[in-house]
């Protein structure tokens, strides 16, 4: 509803938090993208909407305010380079969770998760497949990569949900709520989830060493 409140380190209630322990209750199976024609603005004091968003990664959603094309994928703002700085895209790439505190699972929250932070995800959802677990059976911790150059989030799981707690969390994770909060098609799997963020991570990556392979041979070609 437009307000804004900052979690106090209960170690310190007078510094934020540095991280918080959450249930990832469901996710959005693609990539949800974001579109600001002007930019994004944080300190806009103004509740700033974007011109055009999809939730599945596939095409503008039906209510998208300004949308640019038919199809994400034939995006001029979706392609490598488009961005007004770097080489970054001008429709920002974000995965969709629905999490929860372990407390208060009837109370699921958005959290989206920005482009430099996708694959610490991915990451952390191969991690848990690896040891046969799924991401609603486990208490994330959520903080932040303090080694990273910019702003970027750190996924720590700190053991298994007890039993009652993981029932209740199967049983919002197929909820109305839920998918309002996920948009898209969900995935309740943890495998469906790693496959699609791997593949859209690494056709993401070859894209942009494409693009900079097709940059030095100009250069070469202009010495």
Do not use: W
Not at 12 to 27: G, L, Q, R
């Amino acid at each position: 509803s437009g307000e804004r409140t900052v979690l106090k380190n209960p170690k310190d209630p007078d510094s934020a938090a540095t991280s918080i322990e959450a249930v990832i209750v469901n996710a959005n199976k693609g990539l949800a993208k974001v579109f600001y024609i002007k930019g994004y603005d944080p300190e806009s004091s103004e509740k700033q909407k974007p011109d055009c968003y999809s939730t599945d990664g596939v095409a503008p959603a039906s209510d998208a305010a300004n949308a640019q094309s038919k199809k994400c994928a034939t995006c001029l703002h979706n392609q490598f380079g488009s961005a007004k700085q770097g080489k970054g895209k001008a429709c920002s790439d974000t995965k969709r969770l629905a999490i929860a505190a372990v407390d208060q699972i009837n109370e699921p929250m958005l959290l989206r998760i920005p482009p430099a932070s996708l694959k610490s995800l991915a990451d952390y959802i191969k991690f848990l497949d690896n040891r046969d677990a799924d991401f609603d059976q486990v208490v994330t911790k959520i903080s932040f990569d303090m080694d990273a150059e910019s702003p970027k989030l750190a996924f720590k799981a700190l053991g298994f949900l007890d039993d009652k707690t993981a029932r209740g969390v199967k049983e919002m994770a197929d909820t109305d709520l839920v998918r309002d909060i996920v948009g898209g098609s969900m995935a309740v799997i943890h495998e469906s989830l790693a496959e699609a963020d791997q593949k859209a991570i690494a056709a993401e990556v070859e894209e942009e060493e494409e693009g900079e392979d097709g940059e030095d041979g100009e250069e070469e070609k202009k010495g």
